[in-house]
Structure formats: structure tokens, C-alpha cells
């Protein structure tokens, strides 16, 4: 059974923010030379989790025993984004978290990250057989755009989902713009623009033609 563009969608992102943790687990990304490669994985995973409380949670709330399926999902975004918060502060030396083990907290986000990537596979799997093509590529579609304008980090304690949700995402998301600018800290904006605008999943879901260097 061929992917839908929702599972294409999904399954690209799990991927990249594996490619963006994967140098963030070196030791030395501490470094302020090197800060940028964390500040990228926490921006785009912020986005990522935001977006899907958005867009994803309320067709998961549709599905049999879809209250379950959202609060365990809440639950392990909000474990998540207390030790994105956990990361960050350590890797600028806030001294609240400066006694925190590297490898140990990354131990702790590569579990919670591995728990939410199984629950969004088997959430979009189950969301794609209740709906047909047309609403599943305008889901994905709202998706992938809803991540453009996430928060670029993590808040734990704010509303998750429904009308409260939404609104806290927005708010942060100004926030969040204002205190990336006052710190100087580098969040990736053409990496993450170009996966979504560029690449062939996009032409997939869009039906554009695919350039020379695309096909290569």
C-alpha cells in the first residue's frame, strides 16, 4: 500500500530531526562555535511538536478512544520539550542545569524522541484510513505550514491543544522571534524552508515539476 502524503510528510520530518540531533549529541556542541547545531534540532523540534498539537491532535481526538491517544501524546510532548528546555539551558550555562549529565539527558530526549515518533507513525496511519486523499493532502499541507510560524521553542506549561493551545502557540511564537533576535541565536530558517518548499515531497504534494538538480 502506497504511503499517503501525511505518512510521506511525517516520516521526512522524523528524518531530519534525526540528521539535526545527531551532531547535537557531540559533547563539544557546548561550544558557542558549535551552539548552532543544537539551537537548530531544539528550533525545528519545537516547531515540529507545536504544529502537530495544532493540525494532528484534533483528527486523533476523532479516533476511537482519541482522548487517550491525545493525552499520552500531550504527555510525552511535554517530557520532551522540559528536556529540549533542559538542553538549552545547559548549553548556554544557565546554572540551574549545569549539574546535568550530557549523556544522560540525551539518553532521556532520544527515548521520549523514539516514543513520539511511534506515535505519530501509528496516529497518522490510523487518521489516514478514516479520510480520504484529498482531506489528508490538505491536512498535510496545513501541517507543513503551520510549522513555518511555530514557536522556535519549547513551553512545557502552556496549554497543548484546542482553542487555548493555538493560542499560546501564536503568542510564543512572538515571543519566541523577539528573544531568538535579542540572543543572537541562530534558528534555521532556510533548512527548514527548504525540505518543505523544495524538495520532492513538495513537488509531490503540489504537483510541480521536478528541476534538473531535483531529479538528480
Not at 30 to 47: G, K, L, N, S, V
Not at 63 to 90: H, I, M
Request: charged share 30%; net charge negative.
Amino acid at each position: 500500500m502506497t504511503a499517503s502524503t501525511l505518512e510521506m510528510a511525517l516520516t521526512y520530518e522524523h528524518d531530519r530531526l534525526r540528521e539535526l540531533a545527531e551532531p547535537a549529541h557531540h559533547p563539544d556542541a557546548a561550544h558557542p562555535e558549535r551552539r548552532h547545531q543544537t539551537d537548530w534540532f531544539y528550533a525545528i523540534a519545537a516547531q515540529h511538536l507545536a504544529a502537530a498539537e495544532d493540525v494532528l491532535l484534533p483528527q486523533v481526538r476523532r479516533l476511537p478512544d482519541g482522548g487517550e491517544l491525545v493525552t499520552r501524546y500531550v504527555g510525552n510532548a511535554r517530557e520532551l520539550e522540559r528536556s529540549l528546555r533542559f538542553l538549552k539551558g545547559r548549553q548556554y550555562g544557565d546554572s540551574r542545569f549545569l549539574h546535568l549529565d550530557h549523556d544522560d539527558l540525551w539518553q532521556q530526549i532520544d527515548r521520549l524522541m523514539a516514543e513520539h515518533v511511534e506515535m505519530e507513525t501509528t496516529y497518522s496511519r490510523q487518521i489516514c484510513e478514516e479520510l480520504d486523499s484529498a482531506t489528508v493532502n490538505a491536512l498535510t499541507e496545513e501541517l507543513l505550514e503551520a510549522e513555518e510560524v511555530a514557536p522556535t521553542r519549547a513551553h512545557p506549561s502552556s496549554p497543548h491543544t484546542g482553542r487555548a493551545g493555538r493560542l499560546a502557540h501564536r503568542m510564543w511564537r512572538m515571543a519566541d522571534v523577539a528573544w531568538d533576535s535579542a540572543e543572537g541565536r541562530v534558528v534555521p530558517v532556510k533548512y527548514h524552508a527548504h525540505p518543505k518548499r523544495d524538495s520532492v515531497l513538495s513537488h509531490y504534494l503540489y504537483g510541480t515539476a521536478l528541476s534538473g538538480d531535483d531529479q538528480q
